[in-house]
């Protein structure tokens, strides 16, 4: 079984511009979540969606935003890049969202 | 605010001997947690859970214990092996998502 994809595995973007990563989760996960990882700061929650709803929001300007699709792939979308956003993005799939979360491998993001 | 650290950043362990790897927790309501493994360039990768009706779960040479009282977790890795090496991070999942510490990095020597 196909664990989580996430795309691209890299990108770099200047400030200003937005950002838009995917996440594919495993077959039959309805729910997915994002984070952001950062030598600073470690891994942060972002949001969590669940049948194409959010149902879980961290702490993020509203800058970060996500959608999820009835296949229950998602995106997420930076907009306004701040050089502050280089992180690496995860994301996490699980069938509910209230048993063991899978990660991707990442996106590595580089605002320059 | 309630949170979910480690109490150590690094811990280095020769090949062979069995590693201990520690995470104090502050929400009490709390009732599921998860043990993951991060090495360089990859995503976590979860290793182990154990849900807060139980004190310990064992897996493959990985066993998680619970301990309540003092919200307290740690995991325990039998013969530690070079691959072990890698950053180890304990989350807590609550209302808002998973909770994750800093992280233990863990440096196994031959």
């Known amino acids: 079984k196909a664990g989580v994809t996430q795309t691209p595995r890299y990108l770099i973007k200047t400030r200003g511009q937005q950002v838009t990563l995917s996440c594919s989760p495993i077959?039959?996960?309805?729910?997915v979540s994002w984070y952001q990882q950062t030598p600073g700061q470690g891994l942060q929650f972002l949001f969590e969606?669940?049948?194409?709803?959010?149902?879980n929001k961290g702490n993020f300007p509203g800058r970060f935003s996500g959608r999820q699709f009835s296949n229950s792939r998602s995106e997420m979308n930076v907009s306004t890049l701040e050089l502050g956003d280089s992180a690496l993005y995860l994301c996490?799939?699980?069938?509910?969202?209230?048993?063991?979360?899978?990660f991707g491998q990442g996106t590595r993001l580089t605002v320059v | 605010g309630e949170s979910v650290g480690l109490h150590l950043p690094t811990l280095s362990v020769q090949e062979g001997d069995n590693s201990i790897i520690n995470c104090a927790y502050s929400?009490?309501?709390?009732?599921?947690f998860i043990w993951y493994k991060q090495e360089s360039g990859k995503g976590p990768q979860f290793i182990i859970d154990?849900?807060?009706?139980?004190d310990k779960r064992q897996g493959q040479r990985v066993t998680v214990l619970l301990n309540k009282t003092v919200k307290h977790l740690s995991l325990q890795i039998a013969a530690t092996q070079p691959g072990d090496s890698a950053v180890y991070f304990c989350a807590e999942r609550g209302p808002a998502g998973l909770s994750f510490g800093a992280g233990t990095t863990v440096t196994v020597r031959a």
């Open positions: 996490a799939s699980s069938t509910d969202g209230n048993t063991e979360a899978f």
């Open positions: 154990i849900r807060s009706n139980m």
């Open positions: 929400n009490s309501a709390s009732d599921y």
């Open positions: 969606y669940f049948s194409e709803t959010q149902r």
């Open positions: 077959s039959g996960h309805r729910s």
